[in-house]
């Protein structure tokens, strides 16, 4: 069975790229390789012994992904996760994000549309939450007015999903994961930004290798136990099997209703200093970091309510914030030589 994963060379992409062919899928990975690099298809290998079809295709070229699909007309599902992600990088420019997380979006369901099913995996975000007025965060909690173009092309998305799947054989499930870190145990694969990180972990482990002087805290006022803003910190790996078992749910018939939602995260939060204090415990090193003023787009906290995802899905994180962190590091090591 082919499975198309979009992005499929970025840091999530590739993680889910060896879960589904250790469960043995045939994988086509499409990137358009602009925050990702192709040495990334010899990890994949190395770890499973099998290197996925691969295709550099921009998703915004709308004749490109027409070309796609006419060579590869028997795909039966898709993860989606081709997407810019970066908040403050969105606020700073927002045309890019909703060009690129958008009209990708729009292309591709154009061609899955003349299909007569398909099983559509997305791959969305407890942005889409804002500052949830409650916490833990359930898939029942109201969508709130987006605090950044980022956050509000995830919410974009979901009602294009929405919208098809009601008029086409489109079946889909929404996931909405809150902040994955970490890397393969294999330290073959792992999360890669290019240039300077707009996320805290590759932020901390390029800190602590020397690459970056400091790390700057955002905020240090927000009415938490510590005063730093709270997330939930989900290992890669774990969330990589999550969007396997949504799959095989979709290509099971098991879906209750067209489109599914659930949360992915570990249903406890962790603030940025504890993040911090964690990682000093697993690497031994101290790490030079400041407090900064906030960051604008950012919440106060967020973390999930885990309950559908456990029950519903029958998913659940097992690897600890502590097995996240090691692991970032060891990758971090591993690329820095």
């Known amino acids: 069975m082919k499975i198309l994963v979009t992005g499929g060379l970025g840091f999530i992409g590739s993680h889910t790229v060896v879960e589904l062919q250790n469960k043995g899928f045939d994988v086509i990975a499409i990137d358009n390789l602009s925050n990702s690099s192709i040495g990334v298809l010899d990890g994949i290998e190395r770890i499973t012994g099998k290197k996925p079809l691969f295709e550099n295709v921009d998703l915004r070229d709308k004749s490109a992904v027409q070309i796609f699909f006419s060579k590869y007309p028997d795909i039966s599902g898709v993860i989606h996760f081709a997407a810019s992600k970066a908040v403050g990088e969105s606020v700073e420019n927002p045309l890019l994000y909703y060009e690129n997380n958008i009209n990708s979006l729009v292309y591709l369901l154009q061609e899955l549309q003349k299909k007569p099913e398909v099983s559509f995996i997305f791959s969305s975000s407890c942005t889409v939450y804002g500052q949830a007025e409650s916490m833990p965060i359930t898939e029942n909690a109201p969508i709130q007015v987006a605090m950044s173009p980022y956050g509000n092309t995830k919410q974009i998305g979901e009602e294009i999903i929405t919208d098809i799947a009601k008029v086409t054989n489109i079946n889909s499930i929404l996931l909405r994961y809150f902040n994955p870190i970490g890397a393969h145990p294999s330290a073959e694969i792992g999360e890669l930004p290019l240039g300077v990180p707009q996320n805290l972990v590759p932020f901390i482990t390029q800190t602590a290798i020397g690459l970056r002087e400091k790390l700057s805290v955002f905020g240090s006022d927000y009415p938490t136990s510590d005063g730093t803003a709270i997330r939930d910190y989900i290992h890669v790996v774990d969330l990589a099997k999550a969007h396997v ?68 899905l029958g998913w659940k994180a097992e690897l600890s914030l502590e097995d996240a962190l090691s692991s970032a590091w060891k990758w971090e090591q591993k690329i820095r030589k």
């Open 245 to 312: 078992i949504a799959l095989q749910r979709l290509l099971n018939k098991q879906n209750i209703t067209k489109v599914e939602i659930f949360n992915l995260g570990t249903g406890t939060g962790s603030s940025v200093l504890e993040v911090i204090t964690a990682f000093e415990k697993v690497s031994q090193k101290k790490l030079n970091y400041q407090i900064v003023g906030r960051r604008e787009g950012d919440v106060i906290e967020a973390y999930a309510n885990t309950d559908k995802a456990n029950n519903v």
